[in-house]
Each structure stands twice: as C-alpha cells, then as structure tokens.
C-alpha cells in the first residue's frame, strides 16, 4: 500500500504542476498552450484513477485532490473570462469594420489600406 500511496502522491505532484502551468497560460490569455498542459495531463489523471481504486489510497491523497479540483474549477473560469474577453474584442472588431464600410462609400475605397486586412 506504501507503493501505491507513493505513487497516487507522484502523479498528483505532476498533474499538480500542469494545472499550475495550465493556470499561467490562461493568465497569459494564451488558450492554446493552456489545453496542450491540459491534454498532457489526462494520462496521468488515468493512471491516478486506477491507483486509487484502493479506498485506502484514496484517503490518504484526499485533501491534495480537493485542492487540485479547486485549481482546476479556478482554471475553468479563468478560461470562461478570457473566452468574454476574446469574444468582446471580436464584436469590436466587427463594429469598427462595419463602421469603416460605411466610410468607405463615403469616401471611397482606399488603396492598400491596412485595416481592411486586420480581419
């Protein structure tokens, strides 16, 4: 059992360490790199499951996965902030297109113009 608990322990290290890296990246407002820390992750949540099957093992180890169910709620609603944020940034965009068109026949179109490309 001193085996296993070792081993539930490592692995909880490990996945430990990429949610934390998972949280820098979200803070970053980097989604990208925040779900490759995410995905590499799984594999060791698996091989967690089979290792605390053993109720004993379980216990031993449960006060640290509460505290990492807790960082990975954090990181779910970090991402769903960033997510707000992207999509307002978008609808921005969109609105300053749409102003720029109307402008645009105006005016006329501009030859070469950068903010025409931007999207």
Do not use: Q
Request: glycine fraction near 4%.
């Amino acid at each position: 059992m001193k085996a296993a608990v070792a081993k539930a322990s490592r692995l909880l290290a490990a996945i430990d360490e990429l949610a934390a890296e998972e949280s820098i990246w979200l803070r970053a407002g980097d989604p990208g790199h925040a779900l490759e820390s995410h995905l590499r992750s799984v594999p060791l949540l698996v091989e967690l499951c089979s290792v605390i099957s053993d109720p004993a093992v379980a216990g031993a180890i449960s006060p640290r996965l509460a505290r990492l169910g807790k960082r990975r709620e954090e990181n779910r609603s970090n991402l769903s902030l960033l997510r707000a944020k992207l999509l307002a940034n978008k609808d921005r965009v969109v609105c300053t297109r749409v102003r720029l068109d109307r402008l645009s026949s105006v005016y006329g179109p501009a030859k070469n113009n950068r903010f025409r490309t931007a999207v």
